[in-house]
């Protein structure tokens, strides 16, 4: 969706000038560089080309096409969704941007909260949902196309551990100059150092990989993911400095080792998958077609979410397991650890970073 007051709102990611024209014919009144858009998103990258890129540009990271629809949020997306909603309290007066929003699914989830919302992403891969109804910008988090206070609040879920210790102060900074004194931005991240919660997700992840060398589960994909992971904060000290830096403060933090949940997502819901999967290419076997592995994962992703859409036993079943996943919070939230929810707050004598 391009709003007209998204137009307002984006300046040029290279000076700060003012855009002017109509989508998708946009140029900067400053610099007279020409903006392109599409039907459904600005793209307002930045002329500088940085040599540190995201692998999730890749198009073998959607290649199961999860990203094309949104689903209501269950399992672990319901947990983190949870925890931004209690944090940042977006409300009618707010102006949120989500950094790395992906494909726009936290957007969806939050739309009844009323604030303003808008979405940037380095890469395409917005679901239908949001485009129909999120304004949504193609662009960098190191030089953001938005003027100085423009928000309110701002999130940014799964994206620190993905850039350098470099792009992670470009990042901090842009977010604390687009935010207004005092503004908040919510943060799902994690942290090298890790409490003694920890062996239990290495024992998790060490029997994942034993099913799948017996074929049960079929990790590639997660591999793939994680190998985008750059992890540049050392522990939580080192957090509240480079937040600090920023002109952040920490106002709020609740730690999140998954242990239920690893046990559900990590090994019972990719033994599903792996299932539906294999399932999916033999029927299109025996229909005298043939699916490569991505395409048994879209057919079998497809058929997961019809169930869950369409079954109400389903649903109430995959609700009492996120309920039993919340217990990870609820008994070691307060323990620190490696992955953490942050609320950064934006020192409010502070009017740049």
Not at 6 to 17: F, K, Q
Not at 107 to 129: C, H, K, M, T
Not at 338 to 347: E, T, Y
Request: charged share 25%.
């Amino acid at each position: 969706m391009i709003s007209s007051r998204l137009i307002d709102m984006v300046r040029c990611p290279d000076c700060g000038g003012r855009l002017q024209g109509t989508a998708p014919d946009l140029a900067c009144a400053s610099c007279a560089r020409l903006f392109a858009a599409g039907a459904e998103y600005l793209v307002l990258h930045p002329g500088v080309s940085f040599a540190e890129q995201t692998k999730y540009l890749d198009d073998a990271l959607h290649a199961d096409a999860r990203h094309e629809h949104v689903t209501p949020p269950l399992l672990s997306a319901k947990i983190r969704n949870d925890i931004l909603r209690r944090f940042l309290r977006l409300g009618p007066g707010d102006t949120c941007v989500d950094l790395g929003c992906g494909s726009g699914r936290t957007l969806v989830w939050n739309a009844d909260r009323g604030a303003y919302q808008v979405g940037i992403d380095v890469s395409p891969y917005f679901a239908r949902e949001a485009c129909d109804t999120i304004d949504l910008v193609l662009g960098d988090l190191r030089r953001l196309p938005f003027g100085d206070g423009a928000f309110t609040k701002a999130c940014a879920l799964d994206v620190v551990e993905h850039v350098s210790r470099e792009g992670l102060i470009e990042v901090l900074k842009e977010a604390s100059r687009v935010l207004a004194p005092g503004g908040a931005l919510f943060v799902y991240s994690h942290v090298r150092k890790n409490s003694w919660l920890a062996g239990g997700l290495k024992t998790v992840n060490r029997f994942a990989r034993w099913l799948e060398r017996r074929g049960l589960v079929d990790l590639a994909r997660e591999r793939l993911r994680k190998s985008d992971h750059l992890n540049p904060l050392a522990d939580i000290p080192d957090l509240e400095a480079v937040a600090g830096a920023a002109g952040f403060r920490i106002a709020r933090i609740r730690y999140y080792t998954p242990l239920i949940g690893a046990v559900v997502e990590n090994i019972l819901m990719r033994v599903g998958e792996h299932w539906l999967a294999t399932r999916a290419a033999r029927r299109a076997a025996a229909a005298g077609r043939t699916l490569d592995a991505n395409e048994a994962a879209r057919e079998a992703r497809t058929s997961a979410k019809a169930r869950v859409r369409g079954g109400a036993v389903v649903r109430a079943a995959l609700r009492a397991v996120t309920w039993c996943m919340s217990l990870d919070i609820l008994l070691f939230g307060r323990v620190r650890s490696g992955p953490f929810f942050a609320l950064l707050v934006k020192d409010s004598r502070r009017g740049d970073a």
